[in-house]
């Protein structure tokens, strides 16, 4: 079976715990878009670890972690974070690339930090780490596929030629910058081709036999729904696909074989970037929040930034999980509201004075203000409970609201950051 986790807001919503987690009961975990631009935060028996590139599920023996054709793969990051999990003690995991994924130049994160410097205040927030540029070159049709760098030498030095002549161009007039030699992207290719080429395989072949075989297959999203370059809060969005559907494409496998969707919403809402943000909340309330949450503290695990705070968002949560066609919904970081007297939930935006449930494109977002209920908090640590009806009955009543306002049935509520501090819940709605 082919099952997808994904995120329902802006990403940071704790889909690592809950790939690590399923991890346990899958053969094959896959990573299908993004790139080292957002991380993925997990503890387990090993400790503490912030992945990038690497599927959430590579502390198994037994899985296969898989880097597929849709992802943007930075080679040295992902062989830095490989060789660090291994120097704690990690096994060292299976791992797959796909011959069609294309790689993350140092141009690319060379032009991502010079355009961000040129946007100055009007930056669209960037991790800086080569994102943008990587997929504008991809689909532009200029970017380097994993497979060229077993061509002929002639053909790869003709096509470096072409791409940086483009490229000085820009670099020079634009940027004021030096400009790139073609040598020099030359070795840059070979230092690439030596570290991947032990892993390189053709996935949507490896993934089609695996599907035949009936074995669990895990693919593992980056980032969420209103980061989703087509559905999201344009123009400050990532570049891929944040959706389950684009699992399909990202890894190479027939849509119908996706059978189960995780949509992973936190208990409250976090961001990083820029970008509307309707639930936000500010100063001492947001700054108590921040401290309380997370796994240590809300803050980025790509880049240490503290993460922009509000309450949960029904309205955004609601499409979040319809966009990803949710069959379930994994409610995460529950007990970090054990100190409210009250909890808010957003159930609505009022804009130009008119009020609605439904998620607006973005130019109406930015005009939007919440809708705000409150909610009875239940004043206690809830870290340790393993049944659902031993929380306490604000608790309960807190996940049943929430439940009912965004209508996807919640089967997973984590109360704790580690790999086992999770409660399954028998589908309601």
Excluded at 159 to 171: A, S
Excluded at 292 to 315: I, K, L, Q, S
Aim: charged share 25%.
């Amino acid at each position: 079976m082919v099952r997808a986790v994904v995120g329902a807001n802006w990403g940071d919503e704790g889909k690592g715990k809950i790939t690590d987690m399923l991890g346990q009961e899958s053969d094959i975990i896959v990573r299908f878009q993004g790139g080292a631009n957002a991380g993925h935060t997990i503890i387990n028996n090993y400790g503490k670890f912030a992945l990038h590139t690497l599927p959430s599920g590579v502390f198994y023996n037994h899985t296969t972690s898989i880097i597929g054709n849709g992802v943007a793969l930075n080679i040295p990051v992902l062989f830095h974070e490989l060789q660090g999990i291994v120097d704690r003690g990690v096994p060292e995991p299976k791992l797959l690339v796909s011959d069609r994924a294309q790689m993350v130049m140092s141009y690319h994160i060379l032009f991502d930090k010079l355009e961000e410097e040129r946007l100055a205040g009007k930056s669209f927030g960037s991790t800086k780490s080569g994102i943008a540029p990587f997929y504008s070159d991809k689909y532009a049709k200029v970017g380097f596929q994993v497979s060229e760098l077993f061509q002929d030498e002639a053909e790869l030095r003709e096509k470096i030629e072409r791409v940086i002549l483009q490229k000085n161009v820009i670099l020079e007039h634009l940027y004021h910058a030096p400009a790139l030699k073609a040598e020099d992207i030359y070795k840059e290719l070979m230092e690439y081709k030596k570290m991947v080429e032990p892993y390189v395989c053709d996935v949507s072949a490896y993934l089609w036999n695996a599907v035949r075989e009936g074995k669990n297959i895990l693919l593992e999203g980056q980032l969420g729904t209103l980061k989703d370059p087509d559905h999201g809060i344009y123009p400050m969005v990532t570049s891929s696909s944040t959706l389950a559907a684009y699992g399909a494409i990202g890894a190479g496998i027939p849509p119908y074989e996706i059978k189960q969707v995780i949509a992973v919403c936190k208990a409250y809402s976090s961001a990083v970037g820029a970008g509307a943000f309707v639930s936000e909340i500010f100063g001492e309330e947001a700054d108590e929040l921040r401290r309380r949450g997370g796994d240590g503290g809300e803050y980025g695990a790509t880049t240490g930034r503290p993460r922009r705070m509000g309450w949960f968002d029904c309205v955004a949560s609601r499409y979040g999980c319809r966009l990803q066609g949710a069959t379930d919904v994994a409610f995460t970081v529950l007990d970090v509201l054990g100190y409210l007297d009250e909890i808010p939930v957003c159930v609505g935006y009022e804009i130009d004075g008119e009020v609605t449930s439904e998620f607006p494109a973005t130019y109406l977002l930015e005009k939007a203000k919440p809708v705000l209920k409150a909610l009875p908090g239940w004043k206690c640590d809830i870290r340790g409970i393993k049944n659902y009806e031993d929380l306490p009955e604000n608790c309960r009543n807190y996940v049943e609201f929430v439940e009912e306002q965004i209508g996807f049935p919640i089967t997973m509520v984590s109360n704790g950051p580690g790999r086992n501090d999770i409660i399954f819940r028998k589908r309601v709605l």
